[in-house]
């Protein structure tokens, strides 16, 4: 037998008590990992999202595991509450189980789900050291940016945030890190017939 | 910034073949043009052509116009992907990948992608390895089997003599490390934690901050290294540190008081960062590294909690960093934010609570709604602590109730619960009537029954009360919670004579508003209340003795006109000839106008009385029609009794003081003496009694012991000559047989009753106790588990969860109710197939609200008999 926590299967929620068939209710797996998940494992950050006004994900960083089905599903639910907001209210919103903590720059959503202790202020602090770090790696960062490039919106913010926590508070270090490892990859990658053997 | 990475003309193609040159160039043309371009100049071993670039489809995808397009080109896509994937095209596998990781996040499935990115983790390329462990972490998690197959990558890389290979590896642990990968990569971690680079160390750190979250009986291992963390002067170690001994600490009070002794460095830390001068490096705002500061001073709240020594040691620098702080910037905000929750979580000195309480009062006049948000919040945590420095910031938070902003409404009723006291309660009342008329469904249930349970404890008079009661009923229409109705009748059946008079003067102004303006079916419970209080009151209600009681409210209005007894029936009569009013709702009506005839005297009232309780005699609804032909025998052959049977009922006992409960989980509905209360009595048990019928084969309450017994002498038929258990077997204190019994019969499930039943005590905290008595089935590879939960106090929304290995098969029934009263229990049936035949674990959460705060209890019950399943 797997001894984790997450190796539960069954898990029933008042919510998915929809459906009764002969006397018995059928148990809604999603809901099961989602209360293991969302609720054990009390990480500091439990994902990350990041989406357009239009409601589009460009975006998504969890820290807690999900299956997929489960994850858009947060997603969507979310991006629908948070667009719901009109401006003048507040970065906070207590959803479900989580505290989302989001702020609009230009066009672009940025959301963290947080545990409910956490300092909500500090996140949209950290939320903010992030959008600088991409306004300073592409040079006033916009979401086509992002879009185009957002293997390298990763890259930035596995430099800031290691497993939920952040890891860095000196900008510098983090570009320079950044810097570092993609001069790794121009030099290993060939330049010449079709231009290279990276991502193009 | 234009894109020079593939807005640059560069190719071998001409320029009119440039596919870089139309970012909506089709795809099949790419494909022409590249095929043509290899066989130009390629040599013959290119087996495959080249894949489209990560820009250009992305270009592609977002040049479509319908979701339909996309989803072409996308499969196309795929397709392609996966063809390269099958001939191991190991040359643009990290391109492939790219392109695979942006067509996930579009929430297309990626998973044929994971075994790919395990290649490219063990490729020697860096760039391999980076989009490798960036699809590692985004298609793999630690819920899939195929995340173990990484391990042996990582353990390879973790001893890389590239920084950045290392760095890559940790950041992957960090975030999908399961307990095993942990147990197998602890001490490499623990290694690297030691390693004199920062770079690795910081990250090292993280690492076994996960790996102590997934394994806590892997801390041990870290704790020499974790120590040295805080000299370091690089402030990524430092934060890291700090994280992770902070999660230690949380972790075993062990560790905890082992880390005392870092109070003064910790103090030092951040006096450092306070007096420091500028350092361009660490500065947000003109604050200096105001991340390091919160988790420095959340790690001070940990160790000085409870611990006076501590706490001693850390109140100067808390009022330095309380007084010195900057707050013109959110930065300086937040310190100040996470310093008051420290101050009021040790043991400070009162100045310095003085002084916490004062920022939080500045915090509520910000105009920044986040910070008022973060005020109201803090507010609610330090209530418990210092209520009357709180009660001085009443007004502002009564305020906050009418913000636009739900986050920050929900924060100031919350508060305002926590502030209402014997004093303010007529002024705190008012103010949430008016929040309870305007504020969406989704408070309205929690709304209600918080101001319920505050006017029953702060009252201040009877009339007070009742009157309250009457404006939260019309107010909170129907999500007032059921057993609101039930307390409010026992509260005016055990008033004075004139107060029940009042009562039903005041609730037929109610009813008979609903009843015109057609809210009636909005206001059910009102309509309940008001019905069986003008059923027994009505003699009150129509009588010119009651002039005397004064109807004016608090603004000094009379709105009550005295009915003549017709009119009321006339009311009556259109409530329950309405569609929409719910059976329970007319039972209450019918039960009521039955007792009106014999408190009204003039005889056009009675004859509709009798014509409407007639017309129910053939009604569509079964419950209902039986009472209509009841009532209408007291009209014929019994009426000599019906005066008699529908006597006014006798003041309502008060419920039970709560700690009697104790010994008696559920005791037996006490019967009382008088004849007509005990018909009363019944005709409830069925108006309550008829809407479990609907929702759920297991409510058990209303089966009598009697038929236990019969249910128990089947089971000893059953279980044969297996003399001992049914000796051993408590079965006669518990229903559940028969539950089993119906199972079997309505879910065709073949098995037959247990043959031992054994409790287990699955939770007994702070008055909840939940046990799961545990019954065998014969054939072994399952068992039957009834929870019941008895409780000291009353809770409401009760849920019992649980949930079970994978292995195992969980079906559980629907609970027997959602409110736990010191009277009653509630029971639910989870019924348990094992075919591995396995001990069994269970892991259970039980949620519920008392006094309107919602709890949430945790535990894990493996005490189960070892020999379950043999």
Known sequence: ?200 | MAYPMYEVDWSVLPPEQNRRFNPAFNIATIKQVVNEAIERVAPVSVRMPTPTRLRDLIRQIRAVRTAAEERSVVNKECAYIRSTFREEDSVWRCRNIAKLLYIHMLGYPAHFGQLECLKLIASPRFTDKRVGYLGAMLLLDERQDVHLLITNCLKNDLNSNTQFVVGLALCTLGAIASPEMARDLASEVERLIKSPNAYIKKKAALCAFRIIRRVPDLMEMFLPATRSLLTEKNHGVLITGVTLITEMCENSPDTLNHFKKIVPNLVRILKNLILAGYSPEHDVSGVSDPFLQVKILRLLRILGKNDAEASEAMNDILAQVATNTETSKNVGNTILYETVLSIMDIKSESSLRVLAVNILGRFLLNNDKNIRYVALNTLLRTVHVDTSAVQRHRTTILECLKDPDVSIRRRAMELSFALINGQNIRSMMKELLTFLERSDAEFKAHCSSAMVLAAERHAPSNKWHLDTLFRVFLKAGNYLRDDTVSSTIQIISSSAGERQAYAAMRLWTALERSAISGLATERQPLVQVAAWTIGEYGDLLVSEDSNAISMADEDGFDEFTRPSEEYVIDIYQKLLWSTQLSITTKEYLLLSLAKLSTRFTTQPSQDKIRVIIDTFGSHIHIELQQRGVELSQLYRQYAHLRGALLERMPAMEPPAPRHEADAEPAPPATPSPEPDAQQQDALLDLIVGSEPLTNGDTDHKPAPALNNNNNNDILDLLSGLDLSASAVSPASTTPAPATLLLDGLFSSTPHVPSTEVSTVTALDKGGLLVVLEVEKWPASDGVTLTMRATSHTTLTDFLFQAAVPRTFRLDMMSPSGTVLTPQSEITQVLKITNPTKTPLRLRIRVSYSTEGNPVLEQAEVNTFPPDLFN
């Open chain 1, 1 to 200: 037998m797997v001894n984790t926590t997450l190796s539960f299967q069954h898990f029933l929620h008042n919510t998915s008590l929809t459906h009764h068939f002969s006397g018995t209710y059928v148990i809604d797996f999603y809901y099961f990992v989602y209360f293991l998940l969302i609720v054990t494992l009390e990480f500091q950050m439990q994902f990350m999202l990041l989406f357009s006004r239009q409601g589009k994900l460009r975006l998504q960083k969890w820290y807690v595991a999900h299956p997929d089905k489960l994850k858009k599903k947060i997603t969507r639910e979310l991006i629908t509450t948070v667009l719901a907001r009109k401006p003048k209210m507040c970065s906070f919103l207590e959803w479900k189980d989580v505290k989302v903590v989001y702020k609009r720059y230009a066009s672009l959503y940025f959301c963290c789900a947080m545990e409910q202790e956490d300092n909500e202020l500090l996140t949209l602090e950290l939320i903010h050291r992030y959008v600088e770090l991409l306004d300073k790696y592409f040079g006033s960062v916009c979401e086509l940016d992002i879009i185009f490039n957002f293997e390298k919106a990763y890259f930035i913010l596995d430099e800031l945030v290691l497993g939920g926590e952040l890891q860095e508070t000196s900008k510098k270090n983090v570009l320079k890190a950044i810097a570092a490892q993609d001069l790794l990859q121009e030099e290993e990658t060939p330049q010449g017939f079709f231009e290279d053997h990276g991502l193009g």
